[in-house]
């Protein structure tokens, strides 16, 4: 199965964390979310899943985890695989949101 793959990278960070993925999967269409210009989760999940194509296979790092989650509870039949990297299925703490 060679579906298209969707990284979704972590806070603050761009295509530049999956350049050795990108380029070992270049036999199939790649999107890398940009995840920096919305102020919440849902609201970049909706845009991604906006650029998106029909069925994809989807990879999460940290925050982007927290992403591909949102994405499997609205749009659950989009995605074939999933892969979610350093990530919490828990909403941050209380201590963590006011951590530096």
């Given at each position: ?25 270049a ?37 982007g ?11 659950p ?20 949101k006011?951590a530096?």
């Amino acid at each position: 199965m060679n579906d298209p793959i969707v990284f979704v990278p972590g806070l603050l960070c761009t295509e530049a964390l999956y350049a050795p993925q990108i380029a070992a999967f270049a036999d199939r269409p790649i999107l890398v979310a940009n995840t920096r210009e919305d102020d919440s989760i849902a609201a970049i999940a909706a845009r991604l899943l906006e650029e998106a194509p029909n069925r994809f296979s989807l990879i999460g790092l940290s925050m982007g985890g927290y992403v591909a989650m949102e994405i499997l509870r609205t749009a659950p039949g989009r995605v074939s695989r999933v892969a979610l990297l350093n990530t919490s299925a828990h909403a941050d703490s209380e201590d963590q949101k006011k951590a530096p």
